[in-house]
C-alpha cells in the first residue's frame, strides 16, 4: 500500500496523527493528513481545561471540530485526556480532597458521555507516575485524593462508554527494566486481577537524545500485552534526522508489528514545524510537507 494508514490495515492495525484544530484551515497539513492517516488524535482540543475552562460548564466547541474532520473524512477517534495533572483549568489546580475527587469524576462521566460512540479508546489517565526512579506515583492534586484516583477515573469511564477502549498512557515506560516501567506493569496486572476496567496502554514513545529508542523496546510492548490488554503507541516522534532517524522509526514500528496485541501507532504531529519540539525534527514529513527518510522507513516496515 501508498499511505501509512493503509499499510498499517494491512495487518488489521491503524496509524494515526495528533492534529489541532486551529490548523484545518491549512491545505497542505489536511492533505497529508487526510492521505495518510485514519486515526486521529485531538492534540489539545479534549484535555481538561478546554474541555472544562470553568467548573461545570463545559465547551466541546474545539473538541467538536477535531471529531467532525475525523468523521467527515472517515477516521476513527482517539480521546486524550480525561484525567491528567497537567493542563487542569485554573479551578481544578486549586481544588483538593474530596471536592477534586468528585469533580474529576465529573468530568470524566461528563466528557466520555459526550463523545460516547465516537471514540475508539479514551486515554482514562495520563501521566500518573513518577520519574524519580522508584516506581512511585507522581506527585499531584490527583494523587493527594487517594491511590485509588486511577482506578475510580476507569471505572467512570467505562459507567459512561462502554464501547471505548479505557487506556493508563504514560511516558518513559519503553525500556523494559526501568522501574516506571515495572510499575505501571504492576498496576495493570493489579488492575486486571481485581476487575478494574482497563483495556489497553498507551506507550507515548516520545524519543530523544536524552531517552533513546530501547532496543528492547518490544520486549515492553509484549511485557504490556501479556498482561490482557491491547497495546498502542499514541504520541510518537524520535528526534534526529536522516538515516539515524529512519531506523529509529523501524524499531518502533517493528516492535508494534511483532506483537498481536499491539493494536496501532499515532505520531504526534504531521510536519515538524507542526511538533510541541520542532527544534528536534521529529515526525514524518518537513516543514514544506514532504515526506522524510523516515517516513519511507515507516512505510517500508508497516
Ligand atoms: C502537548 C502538546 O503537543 C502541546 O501543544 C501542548 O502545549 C502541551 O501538550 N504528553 C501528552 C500530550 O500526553 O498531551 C502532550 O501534548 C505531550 C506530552
Not at 537524545?209 to 499514541?234: K, M, Y
Amino acid at each position: 500500500a501508498t499511505t501509512l494508514g493503509a499499510s498499517a490495515a494491512q495487518s488489521g492495525r491503524y496509524f494515526g496523527v495528533a492534529i489541532s484544530a486551529g490548523k484545518l484551515g491549512d491545505s497542505t497539513y489536511t492533505t497529508i493528513a487526510n492521505r495518510e492517516f485514519d486515526m486521529v488524535t485531538a492534540e489539545n482540543e479534549m484535555k481538561l481545561d478546554a474541555t472544562e475552562p470553568n467548573q461545570n460548564q463545559f465547551n466541546y466547541s474545539s473538541g467538536d471540530r477535531i471529531a467532525q474532520w475525523a468523521t467527515s473524512n472517515g477516521k476513527r477517534l482517539r480521546g486524550h485526556t480525561l484525567a491528567w495533572h497537567s493542563q487542569q483549568p485554573g479551578w481544578m489546580q486549586n481544588m483538593s480532597g474530596t471536592a477534586l475527587r468528585n469533580a474529576m469524576l465529573n468530568h470524566v462521566t461528563q466528557v466520555a458521555t459526550h463523545y460516547r460512540g465516537q471514540i475508539y479508546a479514551w486515554d482514562v489517565v495520563n501521566e500518573a507516575f513518577s520519574d524519580n526512579g522508584d516506581g512511585s506515583r507522581r506527585d499531584s492534586n490527583l494523587q493527594r485524593t487517594g491511590n485509588d484516583w486511577i482506578e475510580a477515573a476507569f471505572r467512570a469511564a467505562r459507567a459512561a462508554d462502554s464501547g471505548a477502549k479505557l487506556c493508563y498512557n504514560d511516558y518513559n515506560i519503553d525500556n523494559p527494566s526501568h522501574a516506571k516501567t515495572q510499575a505501571v506493569l504492576a498496576m495493570v496486572r493489579d488492575f486486571k486481577a481485581r476487575g478494574v476496567p482497563i483495556d489497553c496502554v498507551g506507550l507515548q514513545a516520545h524519543f530523544n537524545s536524552g531517552n533513546p529508542v530501547p532496543s528492547n523496546f518490544q520486549t515492553t510492548v509484549s511485557n504490556f500485552a501479556a498482561l490482557g490488554v491491547d497495546v498502542q503507541i499514541t504520541e510518537l516522534d524520535i528526534q534526529g534526522s536522516g538515516t539515524d532517524q529512519a531506523n529509529k522509526y523501524r524499531t518502533v514500528v517493528n516492535a508494534c508489528l511483532a506483537v498481536a496485541r499491539c493494536t496501532g501507532i499515532t505520531v504526534w504531529g504531521v510536519r515538524d514545524s507542526d511538533s510541541w519540539r520542532a527544534s528536534d525534527t521529529p515526525l514524518l514529513f518537513d516543514n514544506s510537507g514532504n515526506k522524510k527518510a523516515a517516513y519511507t522507513a515507516t512505510l517500508d516496515a508497516l
